[in-house]
């Protein structure tokens, strides 16, 4: 009876640690993806000239405001990436993508207050993305395993 169980409990164990690979590298895909458009949304905000950033707004916003957010959202690109991949500090990870759902909870709204009801999908989209990493790397698969 117990020759019969150990293969089974070998079986399963080999199984978990597959679905835990399989885990760990979606969750690297959505991540690098995630920090690509983090990063080129972000620049953007850095690079263009303020004045027609904001002529390109539906919802006026503060010039400054919007910078702060270009600096968050390239700051939060490279904390998607660089701790897992320094393996240091690897804790920050799931706090860059919660805040990058923060400004992704204020990037809708903004959309939706604009009178973009479909464009709202996109924010919406990376939100839950990022939304999917901060918990994925908070309980599903933390990066200091």
Do not use: D
């Not at 860059?96 to 909870?105: K, R, S, T, W």
């Amino acid at each position: 009876m117990i020759a019969t169980i150990l293969p089974r409990f070998r079986s399963g164990n080999s199984e978990i640690r597959r679905q835990t690979s399989i885990r760990h590298a979606v969750l690297w895909l959505v991540q690098g993806v995630l920090a690509l458009v983090f990063l080129f949304a972000g620049s953007v905000k850095l690079v263009t000239p303020v004045e027609v950033l904001l002529a390109q707004m539906p919802v006026p916003l503060p010039g400054l405001f919007v910078q702060f957010v270009g600096v968050a959202e390239v700051l939060g690109a490279f904390g998607l990436i660089l701790p897992g991949l320094l393996r240091i500090r690897e804790g920050l990870t799931p706090l860059a993508a919660a805040g990058l759902v923060i400004i992704m909870i204020g990037a809708t709204v903004l959309t939706l207050v604009g009178g973009g009801g479909t464009l709202a999908l996109f924010p919406l989209v990376v939100g839950l993305l990022a939304a999917f990493v901060a918990y994925g790397r908070w309980r599903l698969r933390p990066l200091s395993r």
